[in-house]
């Protein structure tokens, strides 16, 4: 039996939709249940559902064989996994965005709050560029409102949040979508079925 | 709370049933490699940071100091640079080939992950002398034993080569960083992000093709005739033949079942220059034993021998039933407390193991 992690949330229905297309199907409607844990009609899947930032940690243990989660998440836990395939919905940019207008000028050390800490020093630090990281888990676009931090760093769809709050992009430092993300050691000894899973999950994607 | 109440982070501490458990394990490893004629070698635990340096090469992760005198030492964070360092100095005039094993801590500055900490436990073997695939399958077959004397019975060894993906990069004439790049994006199998980088490379759509097809060359001895059909520089064909050789030895001694080669596993330390291999255990997350041959390593220390071997990690095989490690308690005889000793020694010199009450 294969083990899934999903992420609870708006990557839940495309993840749901995924799967039963690969011919993964639930009788619970999993989306509204309270329970955690879904087995699939014929037994040969287990689906669990836990919070977008913690499917690559499930997965790089081996708890779950596969997981589904977006690009930006699997940057920022860095973990080591497989990502064979792009799910193609979930579509983003990790973003520095900035008061829109901006003088130009900024201090000798940037200070960018973000729920992104990693990307953020990771990207920076490339590039030379001093900065302080504000860690903050909601909300970012207000920091620089209000004089908690020069910039953020943070995924935009639309841009239209960023506008409302007066700010603009900067620089874009990487597109995300959902990956579908693979145990090492699973791909290995389960290898039959895993990859078989890829193949239904890559062609109900194209 | 004083911060000296907790071990530093990556440390821990072993105790009573955990402790047991440990050396069980470790005897048992020990007694399948000394019946493969390995020897063992207790090097020492710390060294010049330059032996590591030269030989291992992760320098952010050493644990470096410096003496009194102001030379640069490092605790160490593996064995092989060590042992290849004994084997070109003082071992250097013993007859060929030198088989050594060892068992101990090693330290490195890394997040702690999968039951690992910055201080672990290796235990593996290494062959000196030995150029060909002989040598090669020698160290699989303990290994394989190794895991079978554990009593892990679904297990998979995946083997693949520097060779094959060093022969197809050889052609292709790009500069480290790019290489680098692509490295990174097939050690995760990342289709989409090979897609992005090939755009940017300067290559015929042979051989970005064939780069396509190298995530996939994973499986039994298909995989090899299939990746023959794409390559045909000397040094990626040179290394199918030597896995092919090797596969069907494994064949005739109906191991084949756990031997997979990965093409695509091209993950390792600088070192290794022919076979990679790492061994995995259905239901743990992480790869319990890694190794590899690693032909230049001794020549970097004056003596140019070829080279193979592997480590497991103790730490990821605890956490793995072992069934026939659990062994029964020792039967102990209970003494009151008599005031000259007396029934205790006795018990002892009879070769009883007592407990004095107190």
């Known amino acids: 039996m294969l083990v899934i992690a999903l992420c609870k949330g708006r990557f839940l229905e495309p993840s749901l939709e995924l799967l039963a297309g690969a011919g993964i199907r639930f009788s619970e409607d999993v989306a509204s249940s309270r329970k955690l844990i879904f087995e699939s009609q014929d037994k040969s899947h287990r689906v669990f559902l836990v919070k977008p930032a913690d499917v690559p940690t499930y997965v790089e243990y081996g708890a779950a064989d596969i997981g589904i989660a977006g690009r930006d998440v699997l940057l920022e836990t860095r973990a080591d996994v497989l990502q064979p395939l792009d799910l193609n919905f979930g579509h983003c940019k990790i973003v520095v965005a900035g008061p829109a207008g901006g003088n130009g000028i900024f201090p000798p050390t940037i200070r960018i709050a973000t729920k992104y800490p990693h990307i953020t020093m990771d990207y920076h630090t490339a590039r030379g560029i001093p900065v302080e990281i504000i860690p903050l888990s909601g909300s970012i676009e207000l920091a620089p409102l209000i004089g908690l931090a020069d910039r953020i760093v943070d995924v935009v769809e639309t841009g239209r949040t960023l506008k409302e709050n007066g700010l603009e992009v900067l620089e874009v430092i990487a597109e995300s979508s959902a990956r579908l993300l693979i145990n090492r050691a699973g791909y290995q000894t389960k290898r039959e079925e895993v990859r078989g899973l890829i193949q239904a999950l890559e062609k109900a994607v194209s | ?358």
């Open chain 2, 1 to 358: 709370m004083k911060s000296y109440t907790q071990t530093p982070p990556g440390t821990q501490i072993l105790i009573g049933r955990a402790a047991r458990r440990r050396r069980a394990l470790e005897r048992a490893i020990c007694s399948v490699f000394e019946g493969w004629s390995y020897e063992e070698i207790i090097p020492p635990i710390f060294d010049y940071y330059d032996v590591f340096a030269k030989g291992w090469g992760q320098e952010e992760q050493i644990y470096r100091f410096i003496d009194r005198e102001g030379n640069i030492l490092a605790l160490r964070p593996e064995f092989t640079s060590l042992l290849a360092k004994t084997v070109a100095t003082r071992l250097a005039s013993s007859p060929k080939p030198i088989r050594l094993y060892y068992s101990g801590e090693v330290l490195r500055f890394e997040q702690p992950k999968g039951g690992r900490q910055r201080e672990f436990a290796q235990i593996g073997i290494e062959h000196y002398g030995g150029a060909g695939k002989r040598a090669d399958v020698e160290i699989l077959l303990v290994a394989v034993e190794t895991l079978q004397r554990l009593g892990i019975q679904s297990f998979q060894i995946n083997l693949g080569s520097v060779d094959f993906f060093g022969g197809i990069v050889d052609r292709m004439e790009l500069p480290k960083e790019q290489i680098d790049a692509l490295k990174e994006v097939l050690n995760i199998k990342d289709q989409p992000g090979l897609e992005t980088l090939l755009q940017t490379l300067p290559l015929e759509d042979r051989r970005k093709n064939i780069l396509r097809a190298v995530p996939h060359l994973t499986g039994g001895r298909p995989v090899i005739e299939e990746a023959r059909s794409l390559v045909k520089n000397p040094r990626s064909v040179e290394a199918l033949n030597h896995l092919e050789e090797i596969y069907s030895i494994f064949e005739k001694l109906d191991l084949a079942q756990h031997l997979t080669i990965d093409l695509g596993e091209i993950r390792g330390f600088d070192y290794y220059t022919g076979i990679l291999f790492r061994a995995y255990v259905r239901g743990l997350g992480f790869e319990v034993a890694g190794g590899g041959r690693y032909d230049g390593l001794p020549a970097a220390f004056g003596e140019d021998v070829p080279a193979v071997g592997f480590s497991f990690s103790l730490d990821r095989l605890e956490q793995i039933v072992t069934p026939t490690l659990d062994s029964a308690d020792v039967e102990i005889a209970t003494v009151e407390i008599d005031s000259d000793f007396d029934k205790a020694l006795q018990l002892r010199k009879a070769g009883k193991a007592v407990k004095l009450c107190w």
